[in-house]
Nanobody, 113 residues
Framework: EVQLAESGGGLVQPGGSLRLSCEVS????????MTWARQAPGKGLEWMSS???????YYVDSMKGRLTISRDNAKSTVYLQMNSLKPEDTAVYYC???????WGKGTLVTVSS
């Protein structure tokens, strides 16, 4: 059974940083691209960032410069470093294996003073 488990969310003040983790089990991480997406309260899903098998990375334009996606295939974990967080970044963040349709349950990030 493939499982994606996000962690690292929580309450952070505006301007703060968080690093989200997504641990993948039951699937060979090195053979697939990985994606982070988010859903803010009352809004639709938004693609944030992807990292391909070859390590190439992609980011949503609105958050370029504030996000860094990375992967550790040995630990079967993908990370999303988020800096300079704003209240509008409040959302549930999901990791996704798009090619297979696998989703984690998400981790809530709340940016508030």
């Amino acid at each position: 059974e493939v499982q994606l488990a996000e962690s690292g969310g929580g309450l952070v003040q505006p301007g703060g940083s968080l690093r989200l983790s997504c641990e993948v089990s039951g699937f060979t991480l090195g053979g697939s691209g990985m994606t982070w997406a988010r859903q803010a309260p009352g809004k639709g899903l938004e693609w944030m960032s992807s990292i391909h098998r070859d390590g190439s990375t992609y980011y949503v334009d609105s958050m370029k410069g504030r996000l860094t996606i990375s992967r550790d295939n040995a630990k079967s974990t993908v990370y999303l470093q988020m800096n300079s967080l704003k209240p509008e970044d409040t959302a549930v963040y999901y990791c996704v294996i798009v090619s297979r349709g696998y989703w984690g349950k998400g981790t809530l990030v709340t940016v508030s003073s």
